[in-house]
């Protein structure tokens, strides 16, 4: 802004070089490039800041409420065997590997009933999983077991067919097949199938059996979402940051058009006066008295 203020106003009787707004366009082409780098961090401070919204789902009675109390470590939601328990969502702030995570238990989804109550859990459920960074879809293993049984489903055709089910259309999916303390002795080989899926943890909320796979496997998808935050580059945490920064790189854009278009500088300059403004919503204001500051120490102006 500086150097373009100079040229601007001195360029006629002063000392400034021919080329200084060739270095202000390289400089604003930098600029614009790690502003952007900024913006397409994927919300990983946003999502630190305000906890990465994990949704826990699946048919009634599979264990979602187990698994929510398991995480947190207390009876948090009801837990009875009656399917269609859980009505309203349940949420929970923890922490999980060091990042800050709000899951929420969710109301089994099912479509055969006529309860309003339920149909209403239901489509919070749904709302909570459009909305959701990170979705734990539960799976009953003695269902999989059932329907293996009966016409070699294989693991993949049956996941297949639960998301289809259930109507769930997201990618960010972690899959934790459940109650596997209740495989049949003569079933126990199928332990082996999910062992070749990423997404996949075999647990049992009864045993605990498969809490600490389950943890990592947590943890590395919430790595993937957040970052390292104490390695990287510091992150946008607030919406209102990313929105003047977006803002800012429209100017920035702008300035760039004119310039190529072998517009007048003094418009130009506008555009960045208008940038300027944005990060000074972020920085704080960046007054005249600043930008005269480095154009005297720049150039020779009146020396
Ligand atoms: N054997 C066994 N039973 C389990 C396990 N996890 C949960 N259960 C039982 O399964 C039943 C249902 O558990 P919930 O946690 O209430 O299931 P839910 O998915 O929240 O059910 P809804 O709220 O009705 O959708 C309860 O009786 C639990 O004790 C498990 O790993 N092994
Ligand atoms: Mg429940």
Not at 26 to 33: A, F, G, H, M
Not at 62 to 88: H, Y
Not at 145 to 155: A, C, G, P, T, W
């Amino acid at each position: 802004m500086a150097h373009v203020e100079a040229y601007i106003d001195f360029s006629e009787d002063e000392n400034i070089e021919e080329n200084v707004l060739e270095t202000v366009e390289e400089n604003i082409k930098n600029l614009r490039s790690n502003i952007q780098k900024h913006l397409a961090d994927g919300r990983c401070g946003e999502r630190l800041r305000d906890g990465v919204r994990t949704v826990i789902v699946g048919e009634p009675n599979v264990g979602k409420s187990s698994l929510l109390n398991l995480l947190c470590e207390r009876p948090a939601a009801i837990v009875t065997p009656i399917a269609g328990t859980t009505r309203d969502v349940v949420e929970i702030n923890m922490n999980i590997g060091g990042y800050p995570v709000i899951i929420a238990d969710t109301a089994g989804l099912r479509f055969n009933t006529q309860d309003l109550v339920e149909q209403e859990g239901m489509t919070r459920a749904r709302i909570h999983t459009e909305n959701a960074d990170l979705v734990i879809i539960v799976i009953d293993v003695t269902k999989y077991v059932k329907q293996h049984k009966n016409n070699n489903l294989s693991f993949i055709s049956f996941i297949y067919n639960y998301i289809k089910e259930l109507k769930l259309d997201t990618i960010l999916l972690k899959f934790v097949v459940n109650k596997m303390d209740m495989l049949e002795e003569d079933w126990k080989h199928v332990k082996d199938v999910w062992k070749q899926y990423e997404g996949v943890v075999a647990l049992s909320c009864r045993t605990e059996d498969g809490v600490p796979q389950l943890l990592d496997k947590l943890t590395d998808r919430l790595t993937k979402l957040c970052g390292k935050p104490s390695r990287e580059l510091p992150c946008l945490t607030q919406a209102r940051h990313r929105k003047h920064l977006t803002d800012c790189v429209m100017c920035l854009d702008e300035y760039l058009r004119i310039c190529i278009d072998g517009g007048d500088s003094v418009l130009a300059a506008q555009q960045l006066r208008k940038a300027l403004r944005q990060i000074g919503k972020i920085t704080g204001h960046v007054s005249t008295e600043q930008i005269l500051d480095v154009i005297f120490k720049d150039f020779c102006i009146g020396k």
